[in-house]
């Protein structure tokens, strides 16, 4: 552990006289040289007298300072391009903006395709429906048919051993056009990815204390994480007694 504080000369003096340093050069000489003083300091001896400890708040106030002078000349630098990302921003978000503040017109324009399409894909996909349904019932009544004309085929009459091969292939050919049907998908085609209905699953509480045993059980870490989480915005705006928890004191730099 040093004694004392040293000066930084670069930072002080700037290049004496060299090639003319950039305010990131300045910056970044001012943190190094800090930096390698902490080095010096920091060797693992504990602080033993209040001249040390003086002399390293010193140090620190002094990382402080660059520290801000840094994010300060940070700012500065970054602000042209700040601005034209601003500005490049603000212009396509005209177009294709989607946030709380603005929504762009492309994005309109979609939406509105997508709700002029909806109900036409609704009505298609009730059709596609009732057609799948009747055509599975009608497969399934073949196949009833043929079965039962196998069941009672006698095997001398070449007649009827036919008509019963005849209903078994039309029970199969049934039961193909109903398995084509159920695929049926409602969409609309035309130029790039078509566009068709989907499933989708939201979950809709009708229940808050089975959903709070829920979570109790099966999300109980997420759960515990979430009241650390409240407890401790609590404490931090001058809550000193929660139920559950023991408000800690303790002292910090």
């Known amino acids: 552990m040093m004694d004392t504080l040293t000066e930084n ?11 003319e340093l950039t305010a ?7 943190i190094t040289d800090l930096y390698d003083e902490a080095r010096l300091w920091l060797d693992g001896t504990p602080i033993e007298t209040q001249e040390q400890a003086d002399a390293l708040n010193t140090l620190k106030a002094r990382i402080k300072d660059a520290i801000k002078a840094a994010e300060t000349q940070r700012v500065i630098e970054g602000a042209p391009h700040k601005q034209a990302i601003d ?9 294709i ?8 017109i492309a994005l309109k ?24 349904r009747v055509a599975r019932e009608e497969a399934e009544r073949k196949q ?6 196998m069941r009672q085929r006698d095997a001398a009459n070449l007649q009827q051993a036919e008509d019963a091969e005849r209903l078994v292939q039309e029970a199969k050919q049934a039961d193909a056009a109903a398995s084509q049907a159920e695929k049926a998908r409602a969409h609309a085609k035309g130029e790039g990815r078509a566009t068709g209905l989907r499933t989708v699953h939201r979950a809709q509480m009708v229940d808050r204390q089975l959903a709070a045993k829920w979570v109790w059980l099966d999300r109980n870490e997420e759960l515990m994480t979430w009241i650390q989480d409240q407890a401790d915005k609590a404490v931090r705006g001058g809550v000193r007694s929660i139920a559950g928890f023991e408000v800690i004191e303790e002292k910090v730099l």
Request: include cysteine; aromatic fraction near 4%; charge should be negative.
């Open 87 to 95: 500005e490049i921003q603000a212009r396509y978000n005209e177009l």
């Open 24 to 30: 990131f050069d300045a910056v970044k000489i001012n």
């Open 97 to 104: 903006g989607n946030n709380k503040s603005v929504t762009g």
């Open 9 to 19: 000369p670069r930072a002080v003096m700037g290049n004496n006289g060299g090639p």
């Open 109 to 132: 324009a979609e939406e509105a395709c997508n709700k002029a399409l909806k109900p036409y894909l609704l009505e298609l996909d009730r059709q596609q429906q009732e057609a799948a």
């Open 144 to 149: 009833r048919e043929a079965m039962e004309a």
